[in-house]
């Protein structure tokens, strides 16, 4: 796979200078990725400013309802461009038209484009036919996202030393309040092969890390013929050379098997860090939200892995405010989220989502009720990373240095994955890329401070 953080020098004069803004969870940043370096290689220049564009993408989030609203101010403001004549064209990419297309097209005229999440692979032959004026329109395929391989190219956002790597696509699980099924469609794997081989080229183009990440990790191969499982594709990924973080987000709590504990536990480049999304801890709300497990096997599943992994970091979201979600559930909660003290947690207030089951549901908390809810259980959460990070004061340790500046530098711990859980700061010089020994001095608010060590 061909990688780049720049635009490749144009063999012959670009068609046109695109800026894409991709919206949403890292899942999006592939998909936006792939399409920059598809339009690169058909002589599309890549510009890192909207102020230099011709053409604007957005690619959009629509998972939830403050994701949609982040979305739909984005592509305003680029339409606001088109309508003063500073862009050639807007296009609107990914959840958003692929969820709404057809209402978006009669809404936003101004936008010359929607593609959905099948149709990332053809962002450059779109982009010819808006530009000749042969075409304004919807290109999507209900129920179905493009799988991206290895032989896709693709510009990697950001430090060209970690790169999350996609290995699925879509979901299956029946989860009451999650409307990506109906967005991104049926459960598919990629290849072991696909994966590695991406990897490898990623490891040879300098990248330190990479992040996992699907809709469900943990269910990887189920799809696909033959016994290949989640173990066997973090062994294949383990043994790749040059790599020296890998890190897997998004487990799902059932699907947690023994053999999945063991080789985390063992593997040499995996990271101690596991992504489990329990949402909830209250018995009856487990079941409206269909998510198929007990308190009593979430609190059996934290022990488990905390005994059988060495230096876990556990990383978890909760949902308040869930249709039905009373005082004591609540306090459930609370309780919960205290004896367990997560290393890293996330909070949302309950979205409620067309096409969902719980959108049918009675009971809906008050939005001031969820708000107060939310509130709560982050203080609580965060009083106890807070505790935790002054623990970890005086320790020795690893850190992965994603930008530099005179006199310092700032970087992430093998607990830390990009931009969800804090950072480091350096007091002394050290490259980008680089895995630099430090003594860990002080906490600033939720993030560190630290001082190399020769």
Known sequence: MPTSSANPAPKATPKARIHLRSLGCPKNQVDSEVMLGTLALDRYAIAESLDDAD???????????????????????????????????????GCLPQRYGAELAKELPEVDAFVGTGEFQNIARILDETLAGRSRGVYLEAGRTHLYSERDPRILVGPTHTAYVKIAEGCNRPCAFCAIPGIRGRFQSRPLDSIVAEARDLAAAGVKEINLVAQDSTVWGSDRAGRERLPDLLRALDAVPDLEWIRLL???????????????????????????????????????????????????????????????????????????????????????????RFDRAGVFRYSDEEDTAAHALPGKVPRATARERYRKLTSIQSAIMAEKLEQMIGQEVQMLVDAAFPGGARGRLASQAPDIDGVVWLKGEAPVGSIVQARLVARRALDLEAEPLD
Do not use: W
């Not at 053409?55 to 979305?71: G, K, L, M, P, Q």
């Not at 003063?84 to 990419?93: D, E, I, S």
């Open 55 to 93: 053409v604007a993408i957005v690619n959009t989030c629509s998972f939830i309802e403050s994701a949609r609203e982040e979305s739909i101010e984005a592509v305003l403001e680029v339409a606001d461009r088109r309508e003063r004549g500073r862009l050639r064209a807007v296009v609107v990419a």
């Open 250 to 340: 998004y487990v799902y709590p059932t699907a947690v098997t023994g053999e999945l504990v063991d080789v985390l536990a063992s593997g040499r480049r995996l990271l101690p860090y596991v992504d489990v999304p329990l949402q909830h801890a209250s018995d009856p709300i487990l079941r409206a939200m269909k998510r198929g497990v007990t308190e009593a096997k979430q609190r059996a599943l934290v022990e488990t892995l905390r005994s059988a992994i060495p230096g876990l970091t556990l990383r978890t979201t909760f949902i308040v405010g869930f249709p039905g979600e009373t005082e004591e559930d609540f306090e459930r909660l609370c309780e919960f989220v205290r004896d367990c």
